[in-house]
């Protein structure tokens, strides 16, 4: 690739490549990053049917690329954002595909003066909400559109189809639907995953709540793993047998299915899962769905034990040294087998509503704090394909919000409440032999606890309210009172001898 303006490789007779009057034909798109999603998400947007401009900061990458899989292709390659933005098609569409943080910034900075009013910025990238929300009031006060897009399914997602959630400036939309429906994953009933989420940063937000939801169903399927492993002492086989027909029941989802083909994998003969290390990783975006639950006082308490447990796991040193000093060891589950599996998959199946319902607790609360207009059966139909929380469940989860667009919580729909109620007792038996066997669930037994503080009329918060009062004047509500009266108490306080102080 040599340098300069449109001094790029052309095809010849490719569409989209031609000259006219000497100058190249502009490209319908322009892609600013080619790591593997950047790459991929050209290769998908040059199959159907758009011609993209390329750029990315190391011009060996744009090379490679180019003599790569976009050997051929009607991809042209910049070597710098000034060509990038003079090889587009006005208003111009530039996605940019970057870490999330500082590089995002330093680019907009980059790229704003390159550009003109109503021209598109697009954010690709793992952003956080807030961040998007600052961006998109800065790029509206210079007069540009800014759209934070939320992009799920991985690499195979982004070259084939992914999930898209896009959020930011409303005017944005209709320039966009075309090629994003485009290029998004489709249903088997034809819907496009991709719909607006809504302005400034709900995009990002949906994208940060979908993960933190996958957060909670790697979670889960982790712990019905270590149940069927460690407390009915099953080979890997074995429970590739049950993952698979489990995802041919009411399960099936793309988490559990690629949970079957991982058991049976093999390499030299051996069972590859068997010898990965125990100590998981994270991106970061299932720790923002928790701080952000804290910040707006939604009770997330699944998503927030998943998190906490890839911490947990982080400390495999420390937990060899505890495991050594406490003698620990698991009893095995007894009892019928069939039975006991049985009774893993009710769990499971309650335990991801619960995760979905929390989840979608999390997306109403920020919708009505920063006024997101947000259709709730569209986020559900979205997720549907091309995502990693893909799921049978969510066609259910559609038609609840369609049934009742107002719908307060997942769990109040008749449908949905009838699934726990059938697995309720399954659930609890499941946990209970677990306590015994001394295997960790900190994501089904605090999905279980939720739900039985969620279903109690009566909590002891009374007490508590009662013991901020006592010493911090903190005031409490009454039962006889209506709600937003408060009131305080001078209690006795006496010493240890019992006299009054």
């Not at 900061?57 to 991809?75: D, Q, Y």
């Amino acid at each position: 690739m040599q340098c300069g303006p449109f001094k790029q490789t052309v095809i010849p007779g490719k569409p989209g490549t031609e000259r006219e009057n000497g100058l190249m034909k502009k490209a319908d798109i322009g892609l600013i990053g080619l790591a593997v999603m950047g790459e991929n998400l050209a290769r998908n947007l040059e199959s159907r049917g758009y011609s993209v401009a390329v750029y990315n900061r190391s011009p060996e990458r744009t090379e490679r690329f180019l003599n790569g899989h976009g050997a051929g292709k009607n991809i042209i390659g910049c070597c710098s954002l000034e060509e990038l933005t003079l090889t587009l098609e006005r208003p111009r569409k530039v996605l940019m595909m970057v870490k999330a943080g500082r590089p995002v910034d330093e680019l907009i900075e980059q790229l704003v003066p390159l550009l003109e009013p109503n021209d598109i910025l697009i954010d690709g990238g793992n952003s956080f909400y807030t961040d998007t929300q600052r961006r998109a009031a800065e790029m509206e006060h210079r007069g540009l559109l800014y759209v934070g897009l939320g992009v799920s399914g991985g690499e195979e997602g982004a070259l084939k189809g992914p999930s898209l959630m896009p959020g930011g400036s409303p005017e944005a939309w209709e320039l966009l639907r075309p090629v994003f429906q485009r290029i998004c994953a489709r249903t088997e009933d034809g819907f496009p995953c991709c719909a607006w989420m809504g302005t400034d940063g709900a995009g990002h937000f949906v994208k940060m709540v979908h993960n933190g939801i996958e957060y909670g169903d790697m979670q889960l399927i982790g712990e019905a793993y270590q149940l069927l492993r460690d407390g009915l002492g099953m080979s890997s086989g074995e429970m590739a047998e049950v993952f698979s027909s489990w995802n041919e029941s009411g399960l099936e989802s793309y988490l559990i299915g690629i949970t079957a083909d991982i058991l049976k994998h093999q390499e030299n003969g051996e069972i590859t899962v068997e010898h990965i290390l125990d100590a998981a990783g994270q991106k970061g975006t299932g720790k923002w769905t928790g701080v952000t639950a804290l910040n707006m006082g939604v009770p997330l308490t699944l998503i927030s034990e998943a998190v906490f447990s890839r911490f947990l796991s982080e400390q495999k040193d420390r937990r060899m040294l505890a495991s050594s000093l406490y003698r620990r060891r698991i009893v095995p589950i007894e009892g019928n087998r069939e039975a006991c599996i049985e009774g893993i998959r009710h769990a499971l199946s309650a335990s991801r509503l619960v995760s979905y319902a929390q989840g979608f607790s999390l997306l109403r609360t920020a919708a009505a704090s920063n006024g997101w207009k947000m259709d709730y059966a569209s986020v559900a139909g979205i997720w549907r394909g091309g995502c990693i929380i893909r799921s049978a469940l969510l066609d259910r989860i559609r038609s609840a919000f369609k049934r009742d667009p107002d719908l307060l919580d997942l769990l109040m729909d008749e449908d949905l409440s009838r699934t726990i109620m059938e697995d309720l007792p399954f659930w609890r038996d499941t946990v209970i032999r677990a306590v015994q066997a001394g295997i960790p669930l900190p994501g089904i037994s605090s999905a279980l606890s939720w739900f039985d503080g969620f279903t109690c009329a009566d909590l002891p918060a009374n007490l508590l309210q009662a013991q901020r009062d006592y010493f911090g004047a903190h005031t409490y509500e009454r039962k006889d009172a209506p709600r937003g009266e408060f009131f305080h108490t001078q209690w006795s306080r006496q010493d240890r001898t019992g006299k009054e102080k």
